[in-house]
């Protein structure tokens, strides 16, 4: 159950577009289409933004997408806004019926 | 609407014990896996357990043997009993509401702090 592989921290400026990995294995990411990722503000609870690699909640603006090859998933957001600054973790389900999350990505919009 | 609220959460010595709640509203624990998930002061987001509708439970393996899930039906709320806790146990224990269908969670709860020092 080791955690997922994210970059620390990524950046863009407003209106850019800003992509986030997560790299596991062929027994998490790369095994199962069950990978959702969340926002996280500060002191706040965490939001789901993607899941299912690719699906967006209701809600969700479509500025955000995700994508996976491999044991790779990533969070795209496009035309970047002030109030997405946050930190973004990616989650994948790991067989037998566990969970894992990744380190977390803090974005900082330029 | 759906609604999460963790209590129980405070001060324990290690090795001491603690029993977290998540009243649940808007919807029925028992159709719905439930999960705990913690975040350490600073850190990321760590899984801790889940039950499923069927009432089978699983763990990390940082947790398993020392913390308990379970769930009252008829109180609508969702518990984790922790015992044996150590100083690497603190952090804020969320819980969080799965959808059938896949493995997310869709809504959670704002998290009660679990400090363990002495």
């Known amino acids: 159950q080791s955690a997922l592989t994210q970059p620390r921290s990524v950046s863009g400026s407003p209106g850019q577009s800003v992509t986030i990995s997560c790299t596991g294995t062929s027994s998490d990411v790369g095994g199962y289409n069950y990978v959702s990722w969340y926002q996280q503000h500060p002191g706040k609870a965490p939001k789901l933004m993607i899941y299912d690699v690719s699906k967006r909640p209701s809600g969700v603006p479509d500025r955000f997408s995700g994508s996976k090859s491999g044991n790779t998933a990533s969070l795209t957001i496009s035309g970047l806004q002030a109030e997405d600054e946050a930190d973004y973790y990616c989650?994948?389900?790991?067989?037998?019926?566990?969970?894992?999350f990744g380190g977390g990505t803090k974005l900082t919009v330029l | 609407e759906v609604q999460l609220v963790e209590s129980g959460g405070g001060l324990i010595q290690p090795g001491g014990s603690l029993r977290l709640s998540c009243a649940a509203s808007?919807?029925?624990?028992?159709?719905?896996?439930m999960s705990w998930v913690r975040q350490a002061p600073g850190k990321g987001l760590d899984w801790v357990s889940v039950?499923?509708?069927?009432?089978?439970?699983y763990y990390a393996d940082s947790v398993k043997g020392r913390f308990t899930i379970s769930r009252d039906n008829s109180k609508n709320t969702l518990y984790l009993q922790m015992n044996s806790l150590r100083a690497e146990d603190t952090a804020v224990y969320y819980c969080a509401k799965g959808a059938s269908g896949s493995y997310l969670f869709d809504y959670w709860g704002q998290g009660t702090l679990v400090t363990v020092s002495s």
């Open positions: 808007g919807f029925s624990v028992s159709s719905n896996y």
């Open positions: 039950i499923y509708s069927d009432a089978t439970t």
């Open positions: 989650c994948s389900y790991a067989g037998r019926y566990t969970l894992v």
